[in-house]
Nanobody, 124 residues
Framework: HVQLVESGGGSVQSGGSLRLSCASSVRVHNYCMGWFREAPGKEREGVAFINSDDFSNLFYDDSVKGRFTISRDRERNRLYLQMDRLSPEDTATYFC??????????????????WGQGTQVTVS
C-alpha cells in the first residue's frame, strides 16, 4: 500500500506562486504520478502528470500550461507542483495521486490507485 502526503498549500495573492510537495511512503515503479484539484461545486480534474520512472510523458491541463510545472525527485520519493502566476480560478483542494501504468494523457481520475488527503490552495 502506498501512502501519499501533500504539503505546501496555503493562501496567496493573485499572480503569486506556491510549490506543492507530495511525499510517497515507498518508491513507486510504473505509475503515472499526478496532481488533481477539486474546487467547491466542481468535479475533480487532472492538472499535471509525469511518469514515475523516467520523468517522461508530461501532461498538463490547458488551463495550467505555461504556469504550472510538475517534477519528481525519485531519490526522495517526492512529487512537486510548482505553480506560478496563480489566479483565483486556481483556488481548490489539490490532491496527489498515482495511476497504474505509464501516463497516457488521460486527465480523468480513472485508474487512480492511490490518493493523498489533499492540500488547500486559496488565491485572492
Amino acid at each position: 500500500h502506498v501512502q501519499l502526503v501533500e504539503s505546501g498549500g496555503g493562501s496567496v495573492q493573485s499572480g503569486g506562486s506556491l510549490r506543492l510537495s507530495c511525499a510517497s511512503s515507498v518508491r513507486v515503479h510504473n505509475y503515472c504520478m499526478g496532481w488533481f484539484r477539486e474546487a467547491p461545486g466542481k468535479e475533480r480534474e487532472g492538472v499535471a502528470f509525469i511518469n514515475s520512472d523516467d520523468f517522461s510523458n508530461l501532461f498538463y491541463d490547458d488551463s495550467v500550461k505555461g504556469r504550472f510545472t510538475i517534477s519528481r525527485d525519485r531519490e526522495r520519493n517526492r512529487l512537486y507542483l510548482q505553480m506560478d502566476r496563480l489566479s483565483p480560478e486556481d483556488t481548490a483542494t489539490y490532491f496527489c495521486a498515482a495511476k497504474s501504468g505509464r501516463c497516457t494523457g488521460d486527465l480523468t481520475p480513472r485508474g487512480v490507485k492511490y490518493w493523498g488527503q489533499g492540500t488547500q490552495v486559496t488565491v485572492s
